[in-house]
């Protein structure tokens, strides 16, 4: 986190609490966020593209989408700073609405979306539901068929537009699950306009994650602007969602786009494509996780057994810490690259190129594949990998029975659980077999 700083000794400080002290109170490892992180980047990212909006002439809404991490303090955060929140599943709608969210304000997510998932979010008045697919059209024309409601729905559209990481592909990327392809959507809009009680507000479209530049988002947009123009034939076209993946530094090698700058370009090129087809610039919607929770998270792990290997003409060390891939797969999902710290300490010693490994009984078990530490580091140090915030705790699991961490919260030199950790009893509770 930017609040990240050392005391004389070198002990890392985060959000004004010596990691000693957390981790004295709380055990390793420690999934740590930082509040004021979190609330600062929701309310830069909101008022960066509620300005760039204005000035071109519309307005901009911002869903924190709660993939990235979601519990109902996160909730209750970004929302007490103006943004909306974006859910997938009936369970992350529950954890939204347990934080006491106005339902009206939220957008409901998914490829397939069950009756009772969508039910629950008819019921419960949630703002948008973004459908994905004819069938969930029909799920939706039954439910409101029966229940009277009035439901606002956008349809979530495939622009061929594919990035990721560093780059942008623009062709053939229409083979995968999500939307439905844009020769496809004309009907499927106009069976939801015959609908009564369905409401349609816009087409959404989400590229893809972790994303550097704003090539692809403009390219995106102005395909999916052809197709909103064509739409308007048929009716009032007020909105149009592009989806979050604004990208984050994990290294030192990652230098993702100002925000201010992102999102200039990208509504920039709304407006600008709207001008030259002369209609109106409708209301901008977007979706980002990882930008707002990613660089506001620190894991702290205890170090263990460290041990050198020989390589051909080097050796590598690795320092094994006391959780992995059940607390952050990313790792072994997309080779994902992160950074660590000796966080107990300063630390002496020539820098030595080490791996830092987890617990797990899996070699593809790396929680940082290369990384410079002091070359004293050993057995009960604490290291801190930054940029931790985002899609560790919700991929997170129980691989080799172990305990997923608490998540603690720091802000102003104060620290507070806000999800508890598991333990043993917790994970043997499951067990059927076990006589109690
Ligand atoms: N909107 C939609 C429709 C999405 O599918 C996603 C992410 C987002 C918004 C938020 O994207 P963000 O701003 O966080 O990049 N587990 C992967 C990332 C999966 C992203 C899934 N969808 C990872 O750890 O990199």
Not at 91 to 113: I, P, Q, R, S, T
Not at 200 to 226: K, M, N, P, W, Y
Not at 327 to 339: F, T
């Amino acid at each position: 986190p930017a609040s990240a700083r050392r005391d004389a000794d070198g002990e890392l400080i985060v959000g004004g609490v010596r990691v000693g002290d957390l981790v004295r109170a709380h055990g390793t490892p420690l999934q740590v966020i930082d509040e004021g992180e979190v609330r600062g980047r929701a309310s830069a990212i909101r008022a960066a593209f509620e300005a760039a909006a204005a000035a071109h002439g519309t307005s901009a809404r911002v869903y924190y989408a709660g993939k990235a991490l979601l519990n109902t303090s996160i909730v209750r955060w970004v929302m007490s700073e103006g943004l909306s929140v974006d859910v997938c599943t009936g369970g992350e709608l529950e954890v939204a609405l347990a934080a006491g969210a106005d339902a009206g304000l939220l957008g409901f997510h998914g490829n397939n979306k069950s009756v009772a998932e969508l039910e629950r979010a008819v019921d419960a008045g949630v703002g948008t539901i973004v459908v994905d697919s004819a069938i969930e059209i029909e799920r939706l024309a039954v439910i409101v068929g029966r229940t009277h409601a009035r439901q606002r729905v956008m349809l979530r559209v495939n622009s061929g537009v594919h990035a990721e990481t560093h780059d942008f592909l623009a062709t053939a990327h229409e083979d995968q699950k999500f939307g439905t392809p844009l020769d496809a959507a004309p009907a499927l809009v106009a069976r939801i306009r015959e609908i009564d009680g369905l409401e349609f507000t816009g087409l959404h479209c989400h590229i893809g994650s972790q994303i550097f530049g704003v090539a692809g988002f403009r390219e995106s947009a102005a395909r999916v602007l052809d197709l909103h123009e064509a739409l308007l034939e048929g009716g009032d076209v007020p909105q149009l969602n592009l989806g979050g993946g604004f990208g984050i530094a994990y290294t030192r090698a990652d230098t993702p786009e100002p925000i201010e700058r992102l999102a200039e370009g990208i509504v920039s090129a709304v407006a600008d494509g709207c001008r030259a087809r002369g209609i109106r610039v409708p209301a901008l919607s977007f979706e980002p996780g990882r930008s707002i929770v990613g660089n506001a998270g620190v894991t702290l792990y205890e170090v263990g057994t460290i041990k050198d290997v020989a390589l051909e003409n080097a050796s590598r060390r690795y320092v094994s810490v006391d959780g992995g891939m059940s607390d952050n797969a990313r790792p072994a999902l997309y080779g994902a690259q992160y950074s660590a710290r000796l966080a107990s300490r300063a630390g002496l010693g020539d820098p030595v190129l080490v791996r830092v490994v987890g617990k797990h009984c899996e070699s593809g078990d790396i929680v940082v594949d290369h990384e410079y530490l002091p070359g004293d580091v050993i057995e009960g140090d604490l290291l801190a990998v930054a940029a931790t915030g985002a899609y560790c705790a919700p991929l997170s699991s129980n691989y080799n029975h172990v305990p997923r961490p608490p998540i603690v919260a720091v802000d102003g030199g104060r620290a507070r659980i806000i999800v508890h950790g598991e333990n043993l009893d917790d994970l043997l509770r499951r067990d059927a077999g076990i006589e109690r």
